[in-house]
Each structure stands twice: as C-alpha cells, then as structure tokens.
C-alpha cells in the first residue's frame, strides 16, 4: 500500500480544479481518479460543507464509478450523515491533520424531549452506506471528557479508512455492524473507544491512551469468528495513565493483536472482564508476537489465549474481511498524502478543570 512505512513513497498531491462543471483531483502526475465534487469553506469549491456534497451524490455510483468528493484544508463543524442510499462514495481530505470534520455532542446534553440524548445520537459523523471510504481526514468530537461523545459511527459494510485521525475521548469510534478497514490511522481516547459489534482490521494503526481506561468494548454477535483484529501497529498513552485492551461489552467478544507494540500504558493484566466473571468463559480475546515494555504473556489474565505463531498467521486481512463475497479493501487504490496520519503530533491534553 502506498502508506507503508518501508519502501514506499508517500507522494504529495496537487489538486487543482477541473474547468468542467465538477471537480477533478489529480497528482502532478495526473495518475489520481477524478474528483466529482469540491468542498471548500472560503467558497472557492462546489460546496461549502461537506453535508451539501453528500446530499448530492447521484444514485447511479456503482463499484466502477465511485463518487470522489474532495475536502479542502478546514476545519468542517457539522453534523455528518452518508444515508444509506449513498454507495460507492469516496470522501478524501486535502491533509489529514488539516481537514478536520468535527462536532461537540455528548450523551449527557439534552433533547428536545427535555432528556439526555444518550450515546448513540453523539456522533459527529455517521457512515450508514456501504463501499464507503474516507482518506486523509481527522473525524472528531471535541465535547471532551464528559462521557460518552462519538466522532464516528459506521452501520456500513466494506468501508474503508485511510490515513485518518479519530479524536474523542469515551466511545471515539462506534462499529456498529458490517465490516471495516482502517489503515494507517491515528486513534485517540480513553474509555472503551473503539467499540461494537462489527468485523475490522486495523492495519498500522497508532492507538493513544488519553486518560485510564479500556481500549476496546466488543460485542460481537457469538456466531461471528471475527470482531476487531489489529496488526502490526502500536499502543501509548499520555504520562502515568494505564489502560485495559479490552472488556467485553457482550458475553462472546472477540478482539486480537498481532505484532503490536505496546508501551507500559498496558496494564500487566491486559484484560477486563468488566465486572462479569460468567464473560471469562466466553469473550474470545488472543494476542500474538507482542513487543514492547507490555509485552508480558505470562502476566495476562488466565482466559485470554496467547496465539501460535501459525495460528497468528493465518489471520490475514483477506480472512477477517473476505466472507462469501471475497472482500479484500487492499485491492482498491489509495489517494497518497504527503502527511502520514501516525507521525503527526499527538493532541493536546484538556485544559485544567476550574
């Protein structure tokens, strides 16, 4: 893949505008698939937020004729939904640490109904299609540590995230159902912030603890064999704060790391069982070729499985996500950025309480 750390180039974009009615992206090289859509917030785009560009992807897309809407420099505040309607569509971020889709609500505000809106009406942006992909972004919730706050929410299935950052604090990222790739991704939160039910593979993916907590809350369905698998990434943390891998927020969930790194914000342990003894007999929890100061199996609780290397090697990106249809994101051509998602400065931490 074009963000692989070794061997590969990571190529800088030019994108200029095409003198048709639509956009087009373009290298210099002019080897990027046209852009059918600009968003840009000075106005100089086809749209000025990101909403009106989704709103308007046609209903003829198909897997040989994606919709590619570009996303200027900016900082986009809005609410995002892609309806289920809108499949095949590609958003792609000018730079993923400038092209900032962001929202501030949290499960403790109040509705129209005069109570708290709860989890899942948090997020910032909802991917409800599927064969969506996102490039080069950061999706964000900025309500801070005041519970659960959702930046992203997806319902889709075969969706696909590259280069992107996902900021928030409690529940950053909701997987709902389907299946889900993220690649070269940077991931930040505290309490159970990646969570739900879906299959995904997180590839190269840096995961940073802000406060103490959990990294994952899975519940996948029993009959599922995969829930989120990731590998050949890393786990740190802010100063001083420890964090589980995972507690199981259903009886039967199932996360794995494979070659991972993680630094001493992982507790010895590793796992939770979320206050459920009964959970030990069935959450399917494994790791394999784990480095870093963490890396201590024989301190991992006793009902997690420390995987053989064959085994460990048989869970492969074409495994976890194929199914019947075959599905293997790999096969779909990046959008390359010259800024690298996982070597931008982590954030900044909340201001002091008064």
Not at 31 to 45: E, F, K, L, T
Not at 184 to 210: K, M, N, P, Q, Y
Not at 335 to 353: D, V
Request: aromatic share 10%; net charge positive.
């Amino acid at each position: 893949m074009v963000y692989a750390a070794a061997g590969l180039l990571c190529v800088s974009a030019t994108l200029l505008r095409s003198s048709a009615s639509a956009g087009s992206l373009q290298t210099r090289a002019d080897s990027a698939p046209r852009a059918n859509a600009v968003v840009a917030a000075d106005g100089s785009g086809d749209y000025r937020t990101v909403q009106d560009a989704i709103n308007a992807v046609p209903q003829n897309t198909s897997a040989a004729n994606r919709w590619v809407i570009f996303i200027k420099t900016g900082t986009y505040r809005e609410l995002i939904y892609v309806q289920r309607e809108k499949r095949f569509v590609t958003l792609v971020g000018e730079d993923p640490a400038r092209t900032v889709l962001t929202y501030n609500l949290n499960a403790n505000m109040t509705g129209a109904d005069r109570k708290p809106i709860g989890t899942f009406r948090t997020p910032s942006t909802v991917i409800d299609a599927d064969d969506f992909i996102a490039e080069n972004l950061t999706f964000e919730n900025t309500a801070g540590p005041v519970g659960q706050a959702l930046a992203l929410r997806v319902d889709g299935d075969r969706v696909v995230f590259r280069n992107c950052r996902f900021l928030g604090w409690q529940d950053t990222i909701f997987l709902n159902r389907g299946r889900q790739y993220f690649e070269d991704s940077f991931i930040a939160g505290h309490v159970d912030f990646i969570f739900g039910g879906a299959t995904a593979f997180f590839e190269r993916c840096h995961l940073h603890c802000r406060r103490d907590g959990y990294i994952t809350a899975a519940s996948t369905p029993p009959e599922q064999p995969y829930g989120f698998v990731f590998a050949h990434g890393r786990i740190t943390g802010d100063p001083g704060v420890k964090t589980y891998l995972g507690r199981p927020w259903r009886d039967f969930a199932q996360v794995t790391f494979l070659t991972v790194e993680m630094s001493d914000v992982v507790r010895p342990e590793g796992w939770h069982n979320w206050d459920h003894p009964e959970r030990e007999k069935t959450a399917r929890y494994a790791e394999s070729g784990t480095t870093g100061a963490a890396a201590n199996p024989l301190a991992r609780v006793t009902w997690a499985t420390r995987l053989s290397a064959a085994d460990a090697s048989k869970l492969s990106v074409a495994t976890v996500l194929g199914a019947a249809d075959g599905w293997d994101p790999r096969r779909i051509a990046a959008r390359p950025s010259g800024t690298r998602a996982i070597e931008l400065p982590l954030p900044s931490p909340p201001a002091p309480r008064r």
